[in-house]
């Protein structure tokens, strides 16, 4: 593949298709719903994109879709976990881990600020990325990540894998993958893309806050909420 090329991806296609078997997968998020003060101009980027035939394979996110991942407990991408059993263990330990995460000294308190002020053409997705302007979410990952490395077993669930969990090194909103690639090189489209943001998002970015967590179980690929909201933490 050249390094050129928009990366098409099976599972947005299957979806479109009405073709996508059911899936399971575990994730903890936040900004979501997600400030409303950005759904104009969102609303006003994703129009224009829809509208340009470089991006006619592209599958846009609506706005109520938006959210940012803190963590992902389980990929819906790796095999699906073998029983409801063991589906729940995961959601009991993960809901459980948190619970006694959200009890450390250093857990951050109030609502989370995020500054977005650019998005980012990859091959195979375009995301908005987010300044995380009291570090709070860097610091719940940290948490988190030490957390799950120790105490699983001790709480008594010792079938929940915590290497099986991913903890990303961005703060990002996925707005665009691709069903199928266009006759278009990555680098076009990537120049468009580009062109539509400098047209319509606000030089200075936009501040955004959430003031809730939730941990989501993923049925459908990559559309989380509000499928299944397992578990929702005011951050107060």
Known sequence: ???DEIVANK????LERGTSEECWGLVLITNFPCDPSMQTVYETVAAEIRN???????YVYPFSTLHTTILTCYAFTRPRLDSEKLQQEYLNGWNELIDQAR???EWPKGKIRLH???AVAY???VVLMYDDVDKKIETMRKILKAEAESKFVQLGYENVDASMAHFPTIIHSTIIRWRDAPNY???QVKQSFESIMQKHWPADGLMLSADKMHLVVETVPYMHPPQNLHCTWELL
């Open 11 to 14: 599972y947005i296609k299957d």
């Open 1 to 3: 593949m050249c390094d």
């Open 103 to 105: 009890l450390h000294p």
């Open 123 to 125: 091959p195979d997705a």
């Open 52 to 58: 340009n035939p470089e991006f006619k394979d592209a």
């Open 116 to 118: 977005c002020k650019e």
């Open 185 to 187: 090189k990555y680098s």
